[in-house]
């Protein structure tokens, strides 16, 4: 095997990992970057006030310092929030068995660009046309988008349909332009609750890209394993649940159907933290148990 010359590998390796922080990083850079204006204009209008104040109260460590730091702290966490990563936590169980109900989760809000739906503002404002940075979501992503029926509301499933693609269900198999994708015995899912537990056959899907995750599919038969073909229009997309059998998503056109480019808000990226929900809350010593420490800090996909 050749060897690049001049290439240490352990050098190799921690150049690879400082791309890598670096491209997480990146956002963080931004949002200082968009701050530094924001520290000018403070400056500006506590200068006054603060010449107002007992010398006791001035500088960095008096009260004009305290307002300050707290809203920095304030705009830094809206920044963070609405540029680099936004938390969700997963209601139902659509996602099974790649989230859980209890799941906490943060979405990248920049791997797709940004738009009135993934700044958070909303279409009545106008601020944006489209997607700014704009980013193409990849088959077999795991997406946070608006519903299209209803733009108040968030949903959480993976894109399967890529524009001009023919989809459709046949005996509860996936088939993207004709062709059904691959399905393998996986192993079993316990679906668990709080007073009981079912064993679910788990299987493993490969896209056509070669993206591979986990689906539960319990009947051929359900409401939506056989449908009509669906051909995805421009500048859409076509999401599906993981959750075969109990998933309203692009299958349900009533209810979703094909979702916008400009309503994707971004990636699932990792987990960072899960619960049963079994815990009591006037109860601590149940909490622990409650935890999924398993899922603490997973990656999605």
Aim: hydrophobic residues 40%; contains cysteine; glycine residues 10%.
């Amino acid at each position: 095997m050749s060897r690049l010359t001049g290439v240490h590998p352990g050098k190799g390796a921690s150049s690879v990992l400082q791309v890598i922080l670096a491209v997480l990083l990146l956002p963080f850079s931004l949002i200082g970057l968009l701050l530094r204006p924001l520290e000018w204009l403070l400056k500006v209008v506590f200068s006054p006030v603060e010449r107002l104040l007992p010398t006791g109260l001035r500088g960095d460590e008096g009260m004009i310092g305290t307002v300050k730091t707290m809203v920095y702290a304030v705009i830094i966490a809206l920044a963070v929030r609405t540029l680099a990563y936004e938390p969700f936590n997963i209601p139902s169980g659509s996602m099974k068995p790649t989230l859980l109900v209890g799941d906490y989760l943060f979405v990248s809000k920049f791997s797709y660009g940004y738009s009135d739906y993934s700044l958070g503002f909303g279409t009545d404002l106008g601020l944006l046309e489209g997607r700014l940075f704009e980013g193409e979501p990849e088959r077999g992503d795991v997406i946070v988008f608006r519903q299209p029926t209803d733009t108040s509301v968030d949903f959480i499933k993976r894109l399967v349909g890529l524009p001009g693609d023919r989809i459709r269900m046949i005996d509860g198999v996936l088939h993207v332009n004709g062709m059904p994708v691959t399905l393998e015995g996986d192993s079993v899912f316990e679906d668990r609750s709080c007073s009981s537990s079912r064993a679910i056959e788990r299987q493993t899907e490969t896209l056509p890209n070669g993206t591979r995750h986990s689906v539960l599919n319990i009947t051929d038969s359900g409401r939506l394993d056989n449908t009509p073909e669906y051909v995805v229009p421009q500048d859409h997309y076509f999401m599906m649940g993981d959750n075969r059998d109990s998933s309203n998503d692009s299958r349900v056109t009533h209810l979703v159907g094909f979702v916008p480019r400009e309503n994707l808000i971004g990636r699932a990226e990792f987990l960072f933290f899960s619960t049963d929900g079994c815990g009591s809350l006037i109860n601590p010593l149940s909490w622990p148990a409650s935890i999924r420490w398993d899922r603490l800090f997973r990656s999605i996909s």
